[in-house]
T-cell receptor, first 108, second 117 residues
Framework: AQRVTQPEKLLSVFKGAPVELKCNYS??????LFWYVQYSRQRLQLLLR??SRESIKGFTADLNKGETSFHLKKPFAQEEDSAMYYC??????????FGAGTILRVKS | DVKVTQSSRYLVKRTGEKVFLECVQD?????MFWYRQDPGLGLRLIYFSYDVKMKEKGDIPEGYSVSREKKERFSLILESASTNQTSMYLC????????????????FGPGTRLTVT
């Protein structure tokens, strides 16, 4: 079965510090991976997808097939980055498998 | 702009009651999904639907059923609510891959926080 693992429930960093939210997956094929974000009192929304190789709000994520990882990174955290972050894997049939999520707290 | 709406933001029900959660999307999406969101467990798929009158079980369908009579509406039904169904319920929709191409995305509603007492 496909699985997505986010090992950290909570990541707390100071403003201006680098951020890395970890995500590991297991998938018997060519994976398609996403990061979703949920800010306080807002709906869950797509942050970025690996196939677009994009940088959104300063965040990037590189797919590492050798390590089966898709970690989310940002060089300098901002207070408005505080949110719940979910890593997700696209299964057949357009289903997403989500990790347990990581709360990011950026302290001033 | 995609809009997914859910009928209630907060709901309090008693054990044994039949509960209906409604979801409507306005983007003519083929796929619709129901998840529950619990701390430490992430989002878990309850049921999903590829088309009108079609439904598929997700990872945790026990105690739930769904109905999709119209393309834009997907209902989640708790036949006899229990306290372990207290949770945040999220609805989502997406295009079929032939339309979305490589840029797949699920769009989420605001959620319904259900408390069963």
């Amino acid at each position: 079965a496909q699985r997505v693992t986010q090992p950290e429930k909570l990541l707390s960093v100071f403003k201006g510090a680098p951020v890395e939210l970890k995500c590991n997956y297991s998938y018997s094929g060519s994976p398609e991976l996403f990061w979703y974000v949920q800010y306080s009192r807002q709906r869950l929304q797509l942050l970025l997808r690996h196939i677009s190789r994009e940088s959104i709000k300063g965040f990037t994520a590189d797919l590492n097939k050798g390590e089966t990882s898709f970690h989310l990174k940002k060089p300098f955290a901002q207070e408005e980055d505080s949110a719940m972050y979910y890593c997700a894997l696209l299964e057949y049939g357009n289903k997403l498998v989500f990790g347990a999520g990581t709360i990011l707290r950026v302290k001033s | 702009d995609v809009k997914v709406t859910q009928s209630s933001r907060y709901l309090v029900k008693r054990t044994g009651e039949k509960v209906f959660l409604e979801c409507v999307q306005d983007m003519d999406h083929e796929n619709m999904f129901w998840y529950r969101q619990d701390p430490g467990l992430g989002l878990r798929l309850i049921y999903f639907s590829y088309d009108v009158k079609m439904k598929e079980k997700g990872d945790i369908p026990e105690g739930y059923s769904v109905s999709r009579e119209k393309k834009e509406r997907f209902s989640l039904i708790l036949e006899s609510a229990s306290t372990n169904q207290t949770s945040m319920y999220l609805c989502a929709s997406s295009s079929a891959p032939s339309k979305a191409g490589a840029l797949y995305e699920q769009y989420f509603g605001p959620g319904t926080r259900l408390t069963v007492t």
